[in-house]
């Protein structure tokens, strides 16, 4: 069993920053994909970043992230802390929606409950 914790969410400003971090807890496996996806109102939920840790002793890691946050957003994983946070930085009010931190080990993907990020123009 596996358990995400969420916290950071809020509102914020338009140009302001908020950051996100998300706690796992419970079975977790060296090489795993942990991250963040968003659902914006009257959208789909979409990938924001994600970092998978690969490579024959797991030092390797890949990151990757939606073409309209690059630049402005950073994802962080530690693996000693099972944490990932998202740093948020001049935020959109397209940014907008409810984020949701997820893992993915051996192909069962398990999120976490959400927070509400919220950006005023």
């Known amino acids: 069993q596996v358990q995400l914790a969420e916290s950071g969410g809020g509102s914020v400003q338009a140009g302001g920053s908020l950051r996100l971090s998300c706690a796992v807890s419970?079975?977790?496996?060296?090489?795993?994909?942990m991250g963040w996806y968003r659902q914006s109102p009257g959208k789909q939920r979409e990938l924001v970043a994600d970092i998978t840790t690969a490579g024959y002793t797991g030092n390797e890691e890949f990151v990757e992230y939606v073409d309209s946050v690059k630049g402005r957003f950073t994802i962080s994983k530690d693996n000693v802390k099972s944490t990932v946070d998202l740093q948020m930085d001049s935020l959109k009010s397209d940014d907008t929606g409810v984020y949701y931190c997820i893992l993915r080990q051996s192909g069962i993907v398990t999120w976490g409950q959400g927070t509400q990020v919220t950006v005023s123009s």
């Open positions: 419970g079975n977790i496996q060296r090489f795993n994909t």
